[in-house]
């Protein structure tokens, strides 16, 4: 949460260039050369521009490069859409029309494939969720320093930086969140000390809105009647305070909050990881779905609070539902046995102490949806193991490849690959991938 404050550093030296654009990098930015053939990462720029830029700082083997003037602008750039486009880290490729940027995604991840070896997989088009409907945000707000005139910033960084974007607006997140900022300003005014700090996690759940606020302020009972307030009048569903290194305590509980996973309400914990969106938590279920065998038992590894652990055991499976969350796993076993679902749970940590082959091999199906470093010591496991189909569900094309390629050299094959957009204008893109072992 701490955010460094670097008012009083010095500029870096700014020397202007001019370059071309020679393609996007996977984090958004246009790249291109100097003459002296050194790399310059220059964000907002598209392919094929002639730009002039400021040089900064290094940035690995080349220089950052600040936007100045677009001298020769690209045919596929687009006006952006929201105000704070440039400036607000969020989003890098408003200004990318909607054919360049489906394929700059796919091409993130054959490329991720090809650098690992990988070709000839069924790439499917790319299905992208809609503006307006992330559901899970997490802001930041710093308090002015000024005792006679209190404010509060309360938005999200801005690109390489601690200094943070006042949000007015945001064509990404669900109205709903959206609308909650005005009074959350109003609210940390009232609470924040001078130069205090906060990160805000809102989730709109199925039963409303979700609130954690972690902060550097004391909870004496005047802010405790300020939070309570602020939870009332916005009709939260649920509002928790978090000391930096504590635990959450709840504020104000007006009802459940739960998600809806297959047919059945989880009644989730603070702050939990859930897809971004709906659009694309769906896509991701229905392509597990799709691929699974008409029968047997399936394995959820890294099964959080039960996205894909429930609607596979309504498809009809049992289910070993894996993960090392101790609060995500306690909900999804509340739901589990509250519904009656074939579903057993276990605490594990996978990325240390991965189902080896022996216990993986009663399985019919394998689904595998880590975090963004991967599912790699999994992997190699599964290479050994003699699960017929191993589906993988993956937030980063470079991980994937990189167990995919684990995965292919232990006698699976690639059959396809769905991409999946859940982060509309970012530069990341997801994805479900089917691997069937081959007969010897």
Not at 397 to 424: H, K, M, N, T
Request: contains cysteine; aromatic residues 6%; hydrophobic residues 45%.
């Amino acid at each position: 949460m701490t955010r460094k404050n670097s008012r009083n550093k010095p500029p870096p030296r700014r020397i202007a260039a001019e370059l071309v654009i020679d393609r996007l990098g996977t984090k958004g930015d246009g790249i291109g050369r100097l003459d002296s053939g050194e790399t310059v990462y220059v964000p907002y720029a598209l392919p094929g521009e002639y730009v002039r830029v400021a040089l900064g700082g290094r940035r690995g083997e080349g220089v950052e490069g600040e936007l100045d003037t677009i001298l020769r602008p690209a045919a596929d750039r687009v006006e952006p859409e929201c105000l704070h486009f440039g400036q607000c880290g969020g989003c890098a490729l408003q200004h990318l029309d909607v054919a360049r940027y489906r394929a700059l995604k796919l091409a993130r991840i054959s490329s991720a494939l090809t650098r690992q070896g990988v070709t000839g997989a069924a790439i499917n088009d790319l299905l992208v969720s809609p503006k307006g409907t992330r559901r899970r945000v997490t802001f930041s707000a710093e308090s002015g320093r000024s005792p006679r005139q209190p404010s509060v910033v309360v938005g999200f960084n801005r690109r390489a930086s601690h200094a943070l974007v006042d949000l007015d607006e945001c064509s990404v997140t669900r109205p709903t969140i959206v609308a909650l900022l005005p009074a959350l300003r109003s609210l940390l005014v009232a609470i924040l000390p001078s130069g205090g700090q906060a990160d805000i996690a809102v989730t709109e759940a199925s039963s409303g809105l979700d609130v954690l606020i972690e902060a550097t302020a004391a909870l004496d009972l005047a802010a405790r009647e300020h939070l309570s307030e602020f939870a009332s009048e916005a009709r939260l569903a649920r509002l928790m305070w978090r000391a930096p290194g504590g635990a959450a305590e709840p504020i104000a509980i007006r009802d459940p909050v739960f998600m809806r996973f297959g047919p059945r309400d989880v009644a989730i914990p603070p702050a939990a990881f859930l897809q971004a969106t709906e659009f694309g938590e769906n896509a991701i279920v229905q392509a597990v779905l799709s691929a699974l065998p008409a029968e047997g038992r399936v394995a959820d590894l890294f099964a959080g609070c039960g996205t894909l652990s429930f609607p596979i055991a309504a498809a009809g499976h049992v289910v070993l539902a894996v993960e090392g969350d101790e609060a995500a796993l306690a909900a999804l076993s509340r739901a589990a046995r509250q519904g009656g679902d074939r579903i057993s749970v276990e605490r594990r940590d996978l990325e240390r102490s991965p189902l080896e082959a022996a216990e993986l091999n009663g399985f019919a199906a394998v689904v595998v949806d880590p975090p963004r470093i991967g599912a790699k010591a999994q992997s190699r496991a599964l290479a050994y193991s003699t699960v017929p189909v191993v589906i993988a569900v993956s937030c980063d094309p470079e991980s994937f490849a990189r167990d995919a390629a684990i995965l292919i050299e232990g006698g699976y094959r690639l059959c396809w690959v769905q991409p999946i957009d859940q982060f509309l204008w970012s530069a990341h893109v997801e994805l479900v991938a089917l691997f069937r072992r081959e007969l010897p």
